[in-house]
């Protein structure tokens, strides 16, 4: 079993490697300059990475040691169809995005952030979603849940919104959850109107719930992606039935991290 971490040291970012169950790791170089590195994904058969530097927002491996992103040239190796005597322009196309995570599913890989891209080879990346505000937006947490009355993508996070004077140049904003929604995830839903005035960060499900939780510990759940209740108001005015469940999804939310293995 390989496990393969992504981070920063003081002067570029890195891709740490496993292959003792996580004893010892040796690390890759995934570029000369710090890129905020956000997420790394394992498809079955290739890794990418995501990353907050907008010209270079995802990062392409077979083998998790030698990386091409947008625009690189690199030496490439057999397995890449592009490969011309060892040496090529990086194929690999991605709108400039901030991107904070990314998901796998199906043979289809979609990464997150400020807007949502797609591709089916890692590749060739496209943008099936964006906010279509100058406002600060961001996705933090995206999946494919399988529940009893939903399958599909979810996409959660934060944004701004404008409360009041809006047509002036003070006007007043407040922070708001966003969740985003898609069953083939190419076509996606922004949920409206907002249940919560707090941006969330952390998405995970059981067979039968779904649960986020955010920012001022605030934690909701749902059982079809569209309908959400707060868990801490519920269990303080009757007993609810699917709390053990909550309590069951919660536990997973503090074992997230940013890694992968293959």
């Given amino acids: ?3 393969v971490a992504v981070g920063e ?5 890195v891709v740490l490697i496993s292959t003792d169950d996580g004893e010892t790791w040796d690390s890759a170089v995934l570029s000369d300059k710090v890129l905020h590195v956000t997420d790394i994904v394992w498809t079955g ?3 990418f990475v995501t990353t907050e530097t907008s010209v270079t927002p995802i990062f392409f491996s077979f083998d998790a040691r030698n990386w091409v992103t947008v625009g690189a040239a690199t030496t490439t190796f057999d397995k890449l169809p592009w490969d011309n005597e060892g040496w090529d322009n990086s194929p690999l196309s991605c709108p400039s995005n901030l991107l904070n995570v990314g998901t796998h599913y199906n043979g289809k890989h979609i990464a997150a952030g400020e807007a949502i891209v797609v591709s089916d080879d890692g590749v060739h990346w496209n943008s099936v979603f964006n906010f279509g505000s100058n406002l600060v937006n961001r996705i933090y947490s995206i999946a494919y849940v399988e529940i009893n009355t939903f399958n599909g ?3 959660i996070g934060s944004g701004n919104e404008v409360t009041q004077f809006g047509n002036t140049g003070f006007p007043v904003f407040t922070e708001v ?11 996606w839903q922004l949920l409206t109107p907002n249940f919560t005035n707090n941006g969330m960060t952390t998405l995970v499900n059981s067979d039968e719930i779904i649960v986020v939780a955010g920012n001022n510990g605030e934690v909701w759940y749902s059982y079809n992606a569209a309908i959400w209740t707060t868990a801490r108001s519920e269990r303080r005015c009757e007993p609810n039935p699917f709390a053990p469940t909550v309590r069951l999804v919660l536990s997973l939310v503090r074992r997230k991290v940013r890694a992968s293995y293959s």
């Fill in 1 to 3: 079993t390989r496990h």
């Fill in 9 to 13: 040291s003081v002067e570029h970012s």
């Fill in 45 to 47: 058969d290739s890794y």
């Fill in 153 to 155: 993508y979810i996409a």
């Fill in 177 to 187: 959850a966003r969740v985003v929604t898609s069953v083939n995830g190419n076509d």
